[in-house]
Every structure is written in structure tokens, then in C-alpha cells.
């Protein structure tokens, strides 16, 4: 079974537009982390936000804030306000205390902005 | 700030041949690890390590050999290299315990003809 699932393989948003980037999770652990990554074409994986799954507040961090929704076992990004420079892969991913805090990835989801 | 440093950027090598990529960070993390990121795929770690002389393994450790003598330093090697090995790599380091952000190097593309 996949640990992190991410079910929109390429989405298009108008630049300006919010758009959500959807994410789903499964753990047996209690305490865990999660996080998305952006990768542009350059190659190389930023970090976007993190919400550990004790925090009760959903994170943000400027444009980009996590709906964390932690019954539904979601995880989903909202970039708002989009720019053409959003244009990349998003990977989400979580990390496992069991698993020796390894990085789980989805298998992200190619973002195209329009102008 | 440098960060986490891989080398090289890109390499070509043969079937059967051996090389190691290395990765350098400057930020004191217990944490590094490896990943291969492939089309259409997240990225999978590789191996893994909590502190010097400590090492193990992860989702995809076939065919890769790690090393841990100090802190900073934590280069994967590919002791026989096969077209399968055909990737690109990503070192990723972290303050221990981790449950907060990785960093990331720039990656390394590998091609195995």
C-alpha cells in the first residue's frame, strides 16, 4: 500500500488563481511529520512547509499553507495567489519515527501556471 | 552558506564500473541519507545515517555501499554499476531527531550505459 498518495498527476491554474495540490497519507504512528517539496525544472528540491502532526494550527508559510486534515489522514498544499514561477513539480511526503525517520514521497504533481 | 554539497553534477560511466558520489554538509547535522529520484517516482532513500561510524539501510539499498567516518562527510558508492543505476541522486541532511525539514543538495544525474 502506498504511504503517500498523491492523485493529480498535472494540474493547470491561472496565474493569480489559488489553486490545492491534494495529498494522502497512511501511518500507524501517532507522531509523524509532513512536508512538500517544490522541484523546478533546475532539479533541485526546496522546502516549501511543515505541519507535525501534533500541531493543531495548520501551517503556512507566506503564500503556501497546509490544510491538515488529520481524520481524513490529508495533507493538502494551497498555494495562493499563483505565479508563473509556481510552475514545477510538488512532492508531499512524511516522515515515520518507526521507520528511522525516513522521507516517504508521493509521486508528485507536475503544476503549470497560466498567464 | 553551503550547505549540503554534492559532486559531481553529472557523470557517464559503463556497466561494470565503479565511482562514488560524495556529499559534504557544513551545517553539523547527525542526519544524512541518500535518495534516487526516478521518472514518474518521488524519491526513495538509499541509505541512511544517525552519526559517524553509523550506517544503514534504506528502501532501495541494493548495489550501493555508504560510509560514515565523520560528520560531514557521507559518499555513496556504486561498486559495479548497472543501467539500472540510472539516476538522478539527492544527499539530504537534518538536525537529529528528525521530524523537521531535510536539506536537500542540488542532486547528481548519473547515466549508466
Known amino acids: 500500500a502506498q504511504k503517500i498518495t498523491q492523485t493529480q498527476p498535472g494540474m493547470f491554474v491561472q496565474e493569480k488563481e489559488a489553486v490545492t495540490l491534494d495529498c494522502t497519507y497512511d501511518t500507524s504512528d501517532q507522531s509523524y511529520g509532513l512536508f512538500w517539496y517544490k522541484q523546478p525544472s533546475s532539479g533541485e528540491m526546496i522546502f516549501l512547509i511543515y505541519?507535525?502532526?501534533?500541531?493543531?494550527q495548520n501551517a503556512t508559510e507566506g503564500r503556501y499553507s497546509l490544510n491538515f486534515q488529520k481524520a481524513r489522514k490529508s495533507a493538502n498544499l494551497v498555494i495562493s495567489a499563483s505565479q508563473l514561477g509556481d510552475s514545477a513539480m510538488y512532492f508531499c511526503?512524511?516522515?515515520?519515527?518507526?521507520?528511522?525517520?525516513?522521507?516517504?514521497f508521493g509521486g508528485g504533481t507536475r503544476l503549470m501556471v497560466k498567464p | 552558506n553551503a550547505g549540503v554539497t554534492q559532486t559531481p553534477k553529472f557523470h557517464i560511466l559503463k556497466t561494470g564500473q565503479s565511482m562514488t558520489l560524495q556529499c559534504a554538509q557544513d551545517m553539523n547535522h547527525g542526519y544524512l541519507s541518500w535518495y534516487r529520484q526516478d521518472p514518474g517516482m518521488g524519491l526513495r532513500r538509499i541509505h541512511y545515517?544517525?552519526?559517524?561510524?553509523?550506517?544503514d539501510k534504506g528502501e532501495v539499498p541494493d548495489g550501493y555501499n555508504v560510509s560514515r567516518s565523520n560528520t560531514e562527510d557521507f559518499p555513496l558508492r556504486l561498486e559495479s554499476a548497472a543501467p539500472s543505476q540510472t539516476s538522478v541522486y539527492f544527499c539530504?541532511?537534518?538536525?537529529?531527531?528528525?521530524?523537521?525539514?531535510?536539506?536537500f543538495g542540488e542532486g547528481s544525474r548519473l547515466t549508466v550505459l
Open positions: 511526503a512524511m516522515t515515520e519515527p518507526h521507520a528511522g525517520n525516513m522521507l516517504t
Open positions: 505541519q507535525g502532526s501534533y500541531d493543531e
Open positions: 539530504a541532511s537534518s538536525s537529529l531527531p528528525v521530524l523537521g525539514e531535510l536539506f
Open positions: 545515517s544517525v552519526a559517524a561510524g553509523i550506517t
